[in-house]
């Protein structure tokens, strides 16, 4: 069993290319490692640079950042601004069904 092991291991490593064979020839194309898109994204670097500053500050996880919690609170204003001008539109429209 394991001499047919190591039969198989030579006739895979007799299909391989070995580094040494690609050299000599340049004419070849040599491959390139690809770029990552997720870590050559700007936003991505932007958020990692965040993390890092907030882990050498020590700030917890469980904080926001100052952009997302000054969004969150006009999100909040915005919407109570909104409920507010709904009620006195209801209120102008029928002033008498209210008696």
């Known amino acids: 069993m394991y001499s047919e092991i190591q039969r198989e291991r030579a006739d895979i490593e007799g299909l391989m290319a070995r580094p040494e064979y690609r050299e000599w020839n340049s004419e070849l194309i040599k491959p390139k490692k690809l770029l990552n898109p997720v870590k050559a ?16 500050r020590g700030l917890g996880m469980d904080s926001k950042p100052e952009l997302q919690r000054v969004l969150e609170h006009r999100r909040r204003n915005q919407l ?10 209801k209120r102008m429209q029928c002033p008498f069904k209210q008696e």
């Open 80 to 89: 109570i601004k909104k409920k507010e001008e709904e009620l006195e539109a």
């Open 41 to 56: 994204s700007r936003s991505h670097q932007e958020l990692h640079r965040e993390l890092l500053m907030n882990h050498k």
